[in-house]
Nanobody, 123 residues
Framework: QVQLVESGGGLVQAGGSLRLSCAAS????????MGWYRQVAGKQRELVAV???????NYADSVKGRFVISRDGAENTANLQMNSLKPEDTGLYYCNLHEITAVAGKPKIMDYWGEGTLVTVSS
């Protein structure tokens, strides 16, 4: 099993910055991607940013140029630096780990989620 622990959420004024961190632990075999997703009440969870094991990144259009995702492979952590925050960035941010592992000797893709950390941006 894999556990994800998020930290760094909080309340910030518009224009401010926050840094989210996600620490993965447990039986991690081979990470494909780590990422951050955001969910607000009444809406589906949406991708914010993702980083592959090779360091390639992808961002939601709404955060490009403001957010930066990074990963420490040795520590199995993923960080999200959020700058120039806007009220519409408010939401519950979830860390995701997407890996390939072995179950009964056969490869299997697994997804793990953290419990979420709340980000509130006031106007």
């Amino acid at each position: 099993q894999v556990q994800l622990v998020e930290s760094g959420g909080g309340l910030v004024q518009a224009g401010g910055s926050l840094r989210l961190s996600c620490a993965a632990s447990g039986s991690i075999l081979s990470i494909i991607t780590m990422g951050w997703y955001r969910q607000v009440a009444g809406k589906q969870r949406e991708l914010v940013a993702v980083i592959t094991s090779g360091g390639s990144t992808n961002y939601a259009d709404s955060v490009k140029g403001r957010f930066v995702i990074s990963r420490d492979g040795a520590e199995n952590t993923a960080n999200l630096q959020m700058n120039s925050l806007k009220p519409e960035d408010t939401g519950l941010y979830y860390c995701n780990l997407h890996e390939i592992t072995a179950v009964a000797g056969k490869p299997k893709i697994m997804d793990y989620w953290g419990e979420g950390t709340l980000v509130t941006v006031s106007s």
